[in-house]
């Protein structure tokens, strides 16, 4: 009995997702910006999507390379408290940060209840 993904896969659709999703999203800017009459804010909310791809490989990157096993050197990643808290930390930090930039690009958009 096998896997049905594995991590080579895995890594493989990552890549496909990143190297696409930035064309994607300008492409989609483009047209809702010719659409709505605002090129220039739509091009840069299709940029900003098309961002998270290449921000998600990265990240995968990041964590995979944290928790490596390295058997010459005996280092396993994976169990040590220090590599989990610092991957907690980068991916909250990093995770805010996009929260505040996203907000920031996509303000204006979200319908306000009058009550």
Same mark, same amino acid.
Request: glycine share 14%; net charge positive; charged share 20%.
């Given at each position: ?31 809702? $910006? ?9 091009? %840069?909310? =299709? &940029?900003?999507? +098309? #961002?998270?791809?290449?921000? @998600? ?24 408290? $220090? ?9 909250? %930090?990093? =995770? &805010?940060?996009? +929260? #505040?930039?996203?907000?920031? @690009? ?10």
């Amino acid at each position: 009995m096998h896997e049905l993904i594995d991590l080579g896969k895995f890594e493989l659709a990552l890549q496909l997702l990143a190297a696409a999703t930035l064309p994607v999203g300008l492409i989609v800017g483009t047209y809702l $910006g010719r659409a709505r009459g605002a090129m220039r804010k739509y091009m %840069i909310r =299709g &940029a900003a999507v +098309g #961002l998270l791809g290449p921000i @998600i490989y990265a990240l995968w990157r990041y964590y995979r390379w944290m928790v490596r096993l390295e058997p010459e050197t005996g280092y396993v990643g994976l169990h040590r408290p $220090g590599v989990l808290a610092l991957n907690v930390g980068v991916f909250i %930090i990093v =995770g &805010a940060i996009l +929260g #505040l930039a996203y907000a920031r @690009i996509f303000r204006g958009d979200a319908r306000t209840r009058k009550e």
